[in-house]
Nanobody, 127 residues
Framework: VQLQASGGGLVQAGGSLRLSCAAS????????MGWFRQAPGLERQFVAA????????DYAHSVKGRFTISRDNAKNTVYLQMNSLKLEDTAVYYC?????????????????????WGQGTLVTVSS
């Protein structure tokens, strides 16, 4: 599978953006999906994850209650709805796909749990 992230841009603090991660050459329904972000000079960090079935989602503490991850398997796309954006949300956002493995639930928040990465989309939050 190949992943293409889009939807980033410049937004004022308090605003909203919706990121999309479109899959090709494979079906996103076969994977657990995650969003990570990387700010300049920092390591890539976990943002949100959704199980292959869509039945469970997980969020980083810093975005819980503001961001929502969802998936539309029919459209082969995963989304990240970002509301109440803050300056500290500025980063390049990456989507990633993880094969369904038994230990995923213990490692979903780590980059090592994911097998395929998209190219990233830049989100800039201004004051």
């Amino acid at each position: 599978v190949q992943l293409q992230a889009s939807g980033g841009g410049l937004v004022q603090a308090g605003g909203s953006l919706r990121l999309s991660c479109a899959a090709s050459e494979g079906s996103v329904s076969s994977y657990h999906m995650g969003w990570f972000r990387q700010a300049p000079g920092l390591e890539r960090q976990f943002v949100a994850a959704i199980r292959r079935s869509g039945g469970r989602t997980d969020y980083a503490h810093s975005v819980k209650g503001r961001f929502t991850i969802s998936r539309d398997n029919a459209k082969n796309t995963v989304y990240l709805q970002m509301n109440s954006l803050k300056l500290e949300d500025t980063a390049v956002y990456y989507c990633a796909a993880a094969l369904a493995r038994s230990d995923y639930s213990g490692y979903y928040y780590t980059t090592g749990a994911y097998d395929v990465w998209g190219q990233g989309t830049l989100v800039t939050v201004s004051s």
